[in-house]
T-cell receptor, first 115, second 115 residues
Framework: DTEVTQTPKHLVMGMTNKKSLKCEQH?????MYWYKQKAKKPPELMFV???????INESVPSRFSPECPNSSLLNLHLHALQPEDSALYLC??????????????FGAGTRLSVL | AQTVTQSQPEMSVQEAETVTLSCTYD???????LFWYKQPPSRQMILVIR??????QNATENRFSVNFQKAAKSFSLKISDSQLGDTAMYFC????????????FGAGTILRVKS
């Protein structure tokens, strides 16, 4: 089973709303990732969690707040977003880091629209 | 910083024929990994093939194979016996060893398989 599940599939929010994206995997992976992807562009890394600790933050604005409550779950809390934040948000996971463990498995994404 | 270049924004191929997608990268590292990911219109990113830079043998996965030229920093993907289900955006990606699993993606190539 190489499944990464993301909910919701679609989300529409206003600029003053607070919402959360959820990502779950049950593969025993210890690294999890958030990416942002604009239409017809490659994914851009936002955050990396390794063993439930934030290891990489790619200078993402504070209106995006990641959380890793346990090794299977990754959340992305959204607050006061801008219309330019509308995008597909992808979650991924990998066994760990280094050779043989660094293959990332992606979820289907959450399509976010900010009005 | 590493960069990945995919020089073909779009390509088309007839069903059952062979197509090659190009990818070049720029790095001063000696130890790294290269990936091809496929993203169909349904949007879930799927790993196609992975290559470790220290391995001279080209990776193969069924109808998919790569031509890895380390000195030329080239990593092309060959798809044999193309199928309609191969229609997708294909991303080439680079990962430096001990980089926290940070993937650097190319801009992508849209491949259309025609019947």
């Amino acid at each position: 089973d190489t499944e990464v599940t993301q909910t919701p599939k679609h989300l529409v929010m206003g600029m003053t709303n607070k919402k959360s994206l959820k990502c779950e995997q049950h593969m025993g992976h210890r690294a999890m990732y958030w990416y942002k992807q604009k239409a017809k562009k490659p994914p851009e890394l936002m955050f990396v969690y390794s063993y439930e600790k934030l290891s990489i933050n790619e200078s993402v604005p504070s209106r995006f707040s990641p959380e890793c409550p346990n090794s299977s779950l990754l959340n992305l809390h959204l607050h006061a977003l801008q219309p330019e934040d509308s995008a597909l948000y992808l979650c991924a996971s990998s066994q760990g880091q280094g050779a043989r463990k660094n293959i990332q498995y992606f979820g289907a994404g959450t399509r976010l629209s900010v009005l | 910083a590493q960069t990945v270049t995919q020089s073909q924004p779009e390509m088309s191929v007839q069903e059952a024929e062979t197509v090659t997608l190009s990818c070049t990268y720029d790095t001063s590292e000696n130890n790294y990994y290269l990936f091809w990911y496929k993203q169909p219109p349904s949007r879930q990113m799927i790993l196609v093939i992975r290559q470790e830079a220290y391995k001279q043998q080209n990776a193969t996965e069924n109808r998919f194979s790569v031509n890895f030229q380390k000195a030329a920093k080239s990593f092309s993907l060959k798809i044999s016996d193309s199928q309609l289900g191969d229609t997708a955006m294909y991303f080439c990606a680079f990962m430096k060893h001990e980089s926290g699993n940070k993937l650097v993606f190319g801009a992508g190539t849209i491949l259309r398989v025609k019947s």
